[in-house]
């Protein structure tokens, strides 16, 4: 079992399990194919200028190919998720696909999060892989189109990057990279937030 922060809010200490066994639990590399970290990402993003707020469904499953664990959203009782859907996805991350340390593809787990009209930020998760840290943004995105501005970070075996980050032709976002180590190897945590979601995410150093 991956190790968890006893600082860690209730509702994580809740999902952080469920995701690990969601994503040990299906042979995702055996069902879909691989998408670029950026281009999920890009894909992801709202357009420049028009506000909008995201798809729970992310279109199609051959463009976008996430591996859902429900076929609908979900209702959270923490008020900063709302709604949620859980999901899992092949990524390579600068041309890399890391593996655990049972040397097989890591599985992302995948959380959509915002009202019932759409989401407005997500989590990204990759757990077992002692390469996770430290990663700031370059090592993930690489040198492909985006501007970005570091904002805060923390050091330490449990620490972030927090980034205001421009992709052409889309909206601003805001994205925290924060890493854990525990028996289980590093798990990098990559959480998204738009214009009006960026107030939900967690930047003190001290959890």
Do not use: C, H, Q
């Given at each position: 079992m991956v190790y968890l922060n006893n600082h860690n809010p209730?509702?994580?200490?809740?999902?952080?399990?469920?995701?690990?066994?969601?994503c040990l639990g299906i042979n995702l590399h055996a069902q879909?194919?691989?998408i670029s970290l950026y281009d999920f990402m890009y894909k992801l993003a709202p357009d420049s200028g028009k506000h909008a707020i995201g798809d729970w469904s992310i279109g199609k499953p051959a463009l976008v190919p996430i591996k859902w664990k429900n076929n609908r959203i979900e209702m959270s009782e923490d008020m900063k998720i709302n709604f949620f859907r859980e999901g899992a996805i092949n990524l390579s991350v600068n041309g890399v696909v890391y593996q655990n340390m049972q040397n097989k593809?890591?599985?992302?787990?995948?959380?959509?999060?915002?009202?019932?009209?759409?989401?407005?930020?997500y989590l990204i998760m990759g757990?077992?892989?002692?390469s996770f840290k430290p990663m700031?943004?370059?090592?993930?995105?690489?040198?492909?189109?985006?501007?970005?501005q570091l904002l805060k970070t923390c050091a330490g075996t449990q620490g972030f990057y927090y980034y205001q980050l421009k992709f052409?032709?889309?909206?601003?976002?805001w994205m925290k990279l924060s890493w854990m180590s525990g028996n289980s190897g590093v798990t990098?945590?990559?959480?998204?937030y738009d214009d009006g979601s960026k107030s939900f995410a967690d930047l003190d150093c001290a959890r």
């Open positions: 209730p509702y994580m200490r809740k999902l952080f399990p469920s995701a690990l066994l969601f879909s194919k691989t593809p890591i599985g992302w787990y995948l959380m959509l999060r915002g009202p019932r009209s759409g989401f407005t930020n757990m077992g892989n002692n700031p943004i370059d090592s993930l995105l690489g040198k492909k189109r985006y501007t970005y052409p032709k889309k909206d601003p976002l990098l945590r990559i959480e998204v």
